[in-house]
């Protein structure tokens, strides 16, 4: 696709537009970053209205304007500066209409960017020459592109903040559960085991009797460490308590395969990152042990680059899919829910390595 200038003092013609526009509705289709399709809209405006300068405009909510994207890598209009006058935003703001003025030999025009019913912004150019006399219907279709990748970028950040929400409402469900099991049940039953030990220490109990209480208060007893390791797999305490690296290490600790651990955090993370990196090592050493029959696994974490960066690696037999099971697609939904990513390199026979990449600076909000 040529997407070169046409010479100076020629708008483009009908078929050149249609095949420009084409190239900017496709860059929405396929999910291009929004500034870069702004960028790309802000150029084809330029070019197609002879030389010109052409910018995209955000209203803010202070009532100032962004400039998000602008034509600087197209054609400057002859005796025309890189800026567009304030005036017209200002216009634009309070008539919601196209607006076009002449000051001099500048000719500058722009149509308003409505993103639902939200006046959003305007796409403005601006001339050393007379504007073609379809110029509204021209930057509204401009505006129109502007509008739809604005609003898919919303719902993609509307989207990714709820699967936030979803995380951390569960997080938040899987924490009360815990406190309460362990405010409630569980003391209740450690109570109960002690008094059945005062009760079989009574010197007058029958000896069959007796036995029979130390089975009992031992039966509580197992139960009771079922009960503390369930709840240490709804939410682990010493994570909240500790923090990462000591929740890590206590991971290591009950693992049955030897854990080497590197890790280089410094201080606490954001609770949904301590949690993400916690379930993720978590899971991945269970897999090591239960599927990869590894012999050593090594647990790397680092924050570096605004991310907490977590590899962990098995030396086992190699071949996991996350289709079958739920274990690793968790993750992955969890991790990607956080705006972060997750990855798993498992060749047959080369072991299980498996990345996961948790930004830190947004979580903090
Ligand atoms: N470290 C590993 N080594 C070898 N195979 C693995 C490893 N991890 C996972 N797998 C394979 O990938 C599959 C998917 O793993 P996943 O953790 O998603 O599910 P699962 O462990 O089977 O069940 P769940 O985690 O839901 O209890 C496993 O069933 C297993 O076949
Ligand atoms: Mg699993």
């Not at 994207?69 to 005036?87: E, F, K, N, V, Y």
């Not at 000051?103 to 601006?126: D, E, I």
């Not at 406190?179 to 000896?207: K, M, V, Y």
């Not at 829910?337 to 996961?356: H, I, K, Y």
Request: charged share 25%; net charge neutral; aromatic share 4%.
């Amino acid at each position: 696709m040529n997407l070169s200038a046409p010479a100076v003092g020629r708008t483009q013609s009908e078929a050149e537009t249609e095949a420009a526009l084409r190239v900017v509705a496709m860059m929405i289709a396929r999910a291009e970053p929004c500034d870069a399709v702004l960028r790309a809209v802000a150029a084809q405006a330029a070019r197609r209205f002879g030389p010109a300068t052409a910018d995209v405009i955000r209203y803010e909510r202070d009532g100032r304007t962004t400039l998000v994207a602008d034509s600087t890598h197209g054609p400057l209009a002859a005796g025309w500066g890189s800026r567009l006058p304030a005036g017209l935003a200002t216009s634009v703001l309070r008539t919601e209409r196209f607006v076009s003025a002449s000051v001099g030999s500048r000719f500058t025009a722009a149509s308003p960017v409505h993103v639902g019913n939200v006046l959003w912004g305007l796409v403005a150019v601006g001339s050393g020459h007379a504007l073609p006399t379809d110029t509204e219907r021209r930057l509204a279709e401009l505006a129109e592109l502007v509008a739809t990748a604005v609003a898919n970028e919303q719902r993609k950040a509307e989207l990714t903040a709820s699967r936030a929400r979803l995380v951390a409402a569960s997080d938040e469900a899987r924490r009360r559960i815990e406190r309460d099991l362990h405010d409630g049940a569980q003391q209740f039953l450690i109570t109960l085991e002690l008094r059945l030990r005062s009760l079989a220490e009574r010197p007058a109990l029958l000896p069959g009797i007796r036995a029979e209480i130390e089975d009992i208060a031992a039966e509580l007893s197992d139960g009771l460490d079922d009960l503390r390791e369930l709840s240490r797999g709804i939410h682990p305490e010493i994570l909240s308590k500790g923090g990462l690296r000591l929740a890590l290490r206590a991971l290591a600790r009950r693992s049955t395969v030897p854990v080497v651990m590197d890790l280089r955090i410094h201080s606490r993370l954001p609770e949904p990152v301590e949690v993400g990196a916690y379930y993720v090592v978590s899971e991945v050493l269970a897999n090591a042990m239960k599927h990869g029959r590894a012999s050593t696994v090594e647990v790397e974490a680092e924050t570096s680059d605004g991310a907490l960066h977590v590899r962990v690696r098995d030396d086992g037999v190699g071949g996991a899919d996350l289709a079958r099971g739920s274990g690793l697609v968790g993750l992955r939904d969890r991790t990607e829910a956080l705006g972060g990513s997750f990855a798993v390199d498992s060749p047959r026979g080369e072991g299980t390595t498996v990345f996961c990449r948790l930004p830190i600076a947004t979580m903090s909000a």
